[in-house]
C-alpha cells in the first residue's frame, strides 16, 4: 500500500478529495484503502477488526498535504511560466479557480502544461492556447500528484500579487448573501450583477473599441499589459 504522496497518481489525489465522511469515518477511511489499494470493499468489511485498523493507522500520511514541489517539464509538457499569461488563459484560470479549483484540477494542468517546438532560429516556442482544455482532462491522471500539486498554490499566490497589484481595476462584486431592504439598492445590486456577468466582455470591447474582429488579438495579448493600458486609461480618462 502506498506511504507518501509521491506514490499517488493525480486521478487518485482526485477521488479521495471527492471523498465525503457523512456516511461515517470508518467508511470514509475503508473508501481510501480502496482507492489506494485498488481493492473492493467487501475486501476491508471482511477483514477482523484488529487486521482493518492495522491497514487504518497506515493512513495518517493521507491527512497531510502533498509536497508544495511542482515540476516546470513533465515529459514533453512545459509549464506556461506565470508572467507570461494571456488575457484568455487569465480569464479561463479565473473561471477555474473562483470556485472549488480542485474540481478543475485537470482543466488547470491542461491549460498551464504546453507542448513546445522550436523557431527557425532554434529557440522554444510555447504551443499557443488554440485548444479547448476539455480535451485534454486525461492527459495528466497518470502522473505523481507531487509532479503537479505545488502549481497550485503557486499560482495562488501569483493571483494574489496580481490582484494587490490591480486592486483598483479589479471590480468588487456585490456578494449574492448580502441581505438588502432598499428597493432602489436592490435594483442597483441586480444591475451590478448583469454587468458583473459580462465584465470580461464589456472590458475587452472596450480596448477594441467596439470592433469585434479585434476581439480574440485582444484575449491573445499578455494579462499584464493589458492590466497596464486600462490603469493608463483610467488615469488619463
Known amino acids: 500500500m502506498p506511504q507518501q504522496w509521491n506514490q499517488i497518481s493525480v486521478s487518485q489525489f482526485l477521488e479521495i ?5 457523512e456516511d461515517g469515518v470508518l467508511n470514509y477511511k475503508i473508501d481510501i484503502l480502496c482507492i489506494l489499494t485498488d481493492k473492493d470493499v467487501s475486501y476491508f468489511e471482511e477483514l477482523q477488526l484488529d487486521e482493518l485498523n492495522e491497514f487504518i493507522k497506515q493512513l495518517k500520511w493521507v491527512q497531510s498535504e502533498p509536497s508544495r514541489r511542482y515540476k516546470n517539464k513533465i515529459d514533453n509538457y512545459v509549464l506556461k511560466p506565470y508572467s507570461k499569461l494571456s488575457l484568455g488563459e487569465f480569464i479561463d484560470l479565473e473561471h477555474y479557480f473562483s470556485s472549488d479549483y480542485l474540481d478543475h484540477f ?26 479547448s482544455p476539455k480535451d485534454r482532462l486525461d492527459w495528466y491522471l497518470d502522473y505523481p500528484i507531487t509532479d503537479v500539486y505545488g502549481l497550485i498554490p503557486e499560482y495562488l499566490k501569483y493571483r494574489e500579487n496580481f ?43 472596450a480596448l477594441c473599441n467596439d470592433d469585434l474582429s479585434k476581439f480574440n488579438s ?20
Request: proline share 2%; aromatic share 8%; charged share 30%.
Open 106 to 131: 485537470c482543466h488547470i494542468l491542461a491549460l498551464l502544461y504546453r507542448r513546445t517546438s522550436k523557431n527557425v532560429y532554434g529557440d522554444d516556442i510555447i504551443e499557443p492556447y488554440e485548444y
Open 163 to 205: 490582484t494587490n497589484t490591480y486592486t483598483n481595476l479589479l471590480s468588487d462584486v456585490v456578494t449574492d448573501d448580502e441581505v438588502l431592504e432598499d428597493a432602489d439598492e436592490i435594483k442597483e445590486q441586480k444591475r451590478e450583477q448583469q454587468k458583473q456577468k459580462f465584465a470580461w466582455e464589456s472590458t475587452i470591447m
Open 17 to 21: 478529495n471527492r471523498l465525503s465522511s
Open 218 to 237: 485582444i484575449l491573445e495579448m499578455p494579462v499584464v499589459l493589458v492590466f497596464n493600458i486600462l490603469g493608463m486609461k483610467k488615469t488619463l480618462d
